[in-house]
């Protein structure tokens, strides 16, 4: 497995959190959206401009924006 950012993570393949690297606001934003370490994260639709993108988190569908996601590290 390598570490990549989550706006690397190909869609439709599963990811695992290895890391949440951000400011206290917006890591606790993600923490309460269920984005932890070791969570599975999937993306699964991309805005037709490309920003924000939708991922499956714990049965839910998020949408991120990529200066948001670029701060995630996962294990793909």
Do not use: Q, W, Y
């Not at 869609?11 to 606001?25: D, F, L, Y």
């Not at 959206?33 to 993306?43: M, S």
């Not at 699964?44 to 701060?71: C, N, Q, W, Y």
């Amino acid at each position: 497995m390598s570490k990549i950012h989550l706006t690397d993570l190909p869609m439709n393949e599963t990811g695992k959190v290895i890391s949440i690297n951000c400011p206290g606001h917006i890591k606790r934003r993600l923490l309460d959206l269920g984005i932890v370490k070791k969570t599975n994260i999937i993306p699964v639709l991309k805005s037709p401009s490309g920003d924000p993108t939708a991922f499956l988190v714990r049965g839910s569908i998020i949408a991120l924006r990529k200066e948001d996601a670029s701060l995630i590290d996962v294990e793909f």
